[in-house]
């Protein structure tokens, strides 16, 4: 059983999986940062100095009572909140990520479709008496000298 399982661990398809994983983590950390450092300030400026990472929703007062200037603040006083603007961050992470990979995958197909060249187109054909390999044009099978009908 060990011998199958390392047969499997190193195949090929696991090993690429693999890198795909730890890619992917980086990738969405960069996203992430992304998002958070260089889209979200803009975006907050044009809705009227919003800052999506402050935005909660107040469920319970912790030991120290509100009003919380921040979300970091709230959550050292141990207060319940729903961290709304933090979630809208997500949502745009997760979309930027899910277009980066619509685009990764669109470039594959592209190039997967130029290696696919169509068929050329066959040259020869079949004597039907000695079976083989005429010009198409040909009258007449230069192996067994039989008649043919031009093809």
Same mark, same amino acid.
């Given at each position: 059983?060990?011998? %199958?399982?390392? %047969?499997?661990?190193?195949?090929?398809?696991?090993?690429?999986?693999?890198? /795909?994983?730890?890619? /992917?983590?980086?990738? /969405?950390?960069?996203?992430?940062?992304?998002?958070?450092?260089?889209?979200?300030?803009?975006?907050?400026?044009?809705?009227? =100095?919003?800052?999506?990472?402050?935005?909660?929703?107040?469920?319970?007062?912790?030991?120290?009572?509100?009003?919380?200037?921040?979300?970091?603040?709230?959550?050292?006083?141990?207060?319940?909140?729903? =961290?709304? /603007?933090?979630?809208?961050?997500?949502?745009?992470?997760?979309?930027?990520?899910?277009?980066?990979?619509?685009?990764?995958?669109?470039?594959?197909?592209?190039?997967?479709?130029?290696?696919?060249?169509?068929?050329?187109?066959?040259?020869?054909?079949?004597?039907?008496? +000695?079976?083989?390999?005429?010009?198409?044009?040909?009258?007449?099978?230069?192996? +067994?000298?039989?008649?043919?009908?031009?093809?």
């Amino acid at each position: 059983m060990f011998r %199958e399982f390392k %047969e499997f661990a190193v195949r090929g398809n696991v090993v690429d999986m693999a890198v /795909g994983i730890i890619i /992917g983590a980086a990738f /969405g950390t960069i996203v992430r940062s992304l998002v958070a450092d260089i889209i979200m300030p803009p975006v907050g400026l044009l809705l009227g =100095n919003v800052d999506f990472t402050n935005m909660f929703a107040l469920l319970r007062q912790g030991a120290t009572a509100g009003p919380y200037a921040s979300l970091a603040d709230a959550q050292t006083a141990g207060a319940v909140t729903i =961290n709304y /603007g933090v979630f809208i961050n997500t949502i745009i992470s997760f979309v930027i990520i899910a277009f980066s990979v619509f685009l990764i995958i669109r470039y594959l197909n592209r190039l997967k479709r130029k290696e696919e060249a169509p068929p050329e187109e066959p040259t020869t054909r079949e004597c039907p008496y +000695c079976f083989s390999a005429i010009p198409l044009k040909a009258t007449r099978c230069a192996f +067994c000298t039989s008649e043919l009908q031009a093809g």
